[in-house]
């Protein structure tokens, strides 16, 4: 218990260090530049292929695989690499050094992305190359799943349940008149009927 013995014999020095860690604290709060979006140098580069008519077995073979060693052998830095192949579709997911030009990498992965069209299946077009960053993350994703296409679906079900029967009580109540008005010495003969109209 140093440190109590500490404050009881110099209290005026923690009030100092008190205060100070105070000032301190407000003066930094005051002038910190704050973001909602900071920008953040996150080293990842996507790069999409598309060709359609092949399975992923043969994206796999005869796009993605090229890609990867193209890319592995002429793009500096990289730390790893992440490929899926779907039908049609080629993703190589290209991650970089911390630290690494994404401006240089980018340029490098282009270029290498032109210069090995030639070995790809013929017709293919250049990839869709994406640089990968935070502050394009959406704050909120809205989706619709099954249980809200239902509700949804079961909203409106009622809605036309509802305006049915009110069409239904319109037109008994048309029937009603017009057989008040036959019994009144009306001058309809042909009888009267309302059909129900839906939107």
């Known amino acids: 218990m140093w440190i109590v013995r500490l404050a009881l014999r110099r209290p005026y020095t923690f009030v100092v260090v008190a205060l100070l860690i105070a000032v301190l604290g407000i003066v930094s709060i005051l002038t910190m530049q704050t973001d909602i979006f900071p920008s953040i140098n ?3 580069i996507t790069v999409i292929w598309s060709y359609g008519g092949l399975s992923p077995t043969e994206m796999q073979d005869r796009v993605t695989t090229v890609v990867e060693r193209a890319m592995t052998s ?7 690499m992440e490929s899926q192949s779907v039908r049609g579709t080629s993703v190589v997911k290209i991650y970089f050094q911390p ?3 994404v401006n240089a990498a980018e340029a490098e992965v282009t270029a290498q992305s032109q210069s090995i069209l030639k070995q790809l299946p013929p017709g293919i077009l250049p990839p869709l190359i994406i640089r990968y960053n935070a502050a394009d993350v959406p704050v909120i994703q809205l989706s619709m799943g099954l249980v809200t296409y239902l509700v949804v679906i079961d909203a409106e079900r009622t809605l036309l349940t509802n305006q049915l029967t009110l069409s239904q009580d319109i037109n008994q109540q048309m029937a009603a008149s017009v057989h008040v008005i ?3 010495g009306g001058g309809w003969d042909a009888d ?3 059909m129900p109209q839906h939107s």
Do not use: C, F, Q, R
């Open 74 to 80: 002429t793009v500096n830095n990289i730390e790893h």
């Open 99 to 101: 630290g690494a030009d």
């Open 192 to 194: 009267a009927s309302v």
């Open 42 to 44: 996150i080293p990842v």
């Open 182 to 184: 036959k019994a009144l």
